[in-house]
Nanobody, 116 residues
């Protein structure tokens, strides 16, 4: 089992920045993929950024150049740095992990609201 707890969401004006944090605990050594997803009202959940162990990050086209995913293995943390935020970035953001057995784990989500 892997437990994920997000923090760092909030209200920000368009053009501003936020950094989301995800604290991972449990069977972390088996996790080989971490990602951030988001879900806006009335829309499907989508992957915003993903990071494979030993691989490069990948991003949704809508956030490329603005968001950066990073991982601190020593602290069991995953971050999402979000710059130049837009109102359309408003959503609940979820931390996600997948282990070597392809089991998926989700955090409880953190709300990000970008005002125009």
């Amino acid at each position: 089992q892997v437990q994920l707890v997000e923090s760092g969401g909030g209200l920000v004006q368009a053009g501003g920045s936020l950094r989301l944090s995800c604290a991972a605990s449990g069977s972390i050594s088996r996790v080989n993929f971490m990602a951030w997803y988001r879900q806006a009202p009335g829309k499907q959940r989508e992957m915003v950024a993903g990071l494979q162990n030993g691989g490069s990050a990948r991003y949704a086209d809508s956030v490329k150049g603005r968001f950066t995913i990073s991982r601190d293995n020593a602290e069991n943390m995953v971050y999402l740095q979000m710059n130049s935020l837009k109102p359309e970035d408003t959503a609940v953001y979820y931390c996600y992990s997948r282990d070597i057995f392809l089991r998926a784990y989700w955090g409880q989500g953190t709300q990000v609201t970008v005002s125009s």
